[in-house]
């Protein structure tokens, strides 16, 4: 069987299993590609990304290139001189110059069941939209975003109890499975890309700090989505006696859940040990199950209540 020899390129914890996965297969891992180590935290030390510390770990060589057009990255991956680039998560697009070097040209996992979702957050977006499923595609790389002919795709059903994180975990473990059996298929010559139908596409851009916010005038459904679509990261919150409330769970409620309810939206209905309910619009409510007061650890909605003395008739709300 004949073996393809490749450069990776990605920079989250998403790319990771397929990073693992490419390597651990009969293909030639010839490098990593990923961003430059970023300052966070109070200290603003240089932490590296995921993958960054995957390379080192693994003695992989590593570049991470400030821009992808930048001549010397060019001229080391033409030295490279790899049969695919492979990218998952990587963040960017990659000019023509990249995308024409390997011999069978680029690949690209996104986490999707493309032509839904294109973008850069198709997971969130997904949940936060309600979709009942996703999935994993790989696809040939264009220039224009994610448009690309499809090499294999699988979908992947989403449940009301999934939250952003859960969803990422399970697309980045079927992904990787999923990349591995594209390269095979194009070291083999068995793929056949099919175009996307680009009538049915749909575009999942960037969250947006605004986006956190809870706005109480929506729906319990819409609401209820959106919190799940925000967790983990950067979880919504609402705001409290002018205190922000991170709220990272809420209890489904039911598809029929618009009522007739006369309180305004953000009004505490009921608090106490075991529960908190608030009024939505359409007249609706959403009780909440665990909730986190700023720099404080996270806690059962009904502790919160309790230890904040949290009343009917408070008002949550937007800053």
């Known amino acids: 069987m004949k073996s393809l020899k490749l450069i990776f390129m990605g920079t ?31 200290g603003r030390r240089l932490q590296l990304a995921p993958v960054a510390e995957w390379a080192r770990r693994y003695e992989v060589e590593l570049a991470q290139p400030g821009r992808v057009d930048d001549r010397s990255f060019q001229a080391w991956l033409k030295e490279k001189n790899p049969d695919v680039i492979v990218t998952v998560a990587f963040g960017g697009l990659l000019p023509r110059e990249i995308l024409d070097l390997p011999s069978l040209g680029c690949i690209n996992l996104h986490a999707s069941y493309l032509p839904a979702y294109r973008g850069a957050a198709p997971i969130h977006r997904a949940v936060m939209e309600g979709a009942t499923y996703s999935g994993v595609s790989v696809i040939k790389m264009t220039q224009e975003l994610d448009a690309g002919d499809i090499v294999m795709r699988e979908k992947e059903s989403v449940s009301l109890s999934d939250t952003a994180g859960t969803l990422h975990d399970r697309l980045a473990e079927k992904g990787a499975g999923l990349l591995v059996r594209a390269l095979d298929g194009l070291a083999d010559g068995t793929l056949e890309p099919v175009p996307q139908d680009h009538d049915q596409a749909t575009y999942a851009p960037s969250l947006q700090p605004g986006e956190e916010c809870l706005d109480w005038n929506l729906g319990p459904v819409e609401l209820y989505n959106r919190i799940r679509g925000l967790n983990p990261w950067p979880g919504a919150y609402t705001v409290c006696e002018g205190k922000r409330i991170k709220v990272w769970l809420a209890e489904w409620p039911g598809e029929k859940a618009n009522g007739t309810r006369k309180e305004e939206p953000g009004t505490v209905i009921e608090a106490h040990e075991n529960a908190l309910v608030v009024a939505t619009g359409h007249g609706g409510a959403l009780k909440l199950i665990e909730v986190q007061p700023a720099g404080k650890r996270a806690m059962d909605a009904g502790s919160f209540c309790c230890g904040y003395r949290i009343e009917p008739g408070h008002r949550l709300s937007g800053e």
């Open 12 to 42: 989250p914890g998403f790319a990771i299993p397929s990073l693992e996965a490419v390597h651990r297969s009969r293909h030639l891992l010839d490098g990593v590609v990923t961003r430059p180590d970023k300052p966070r935290g109070r």
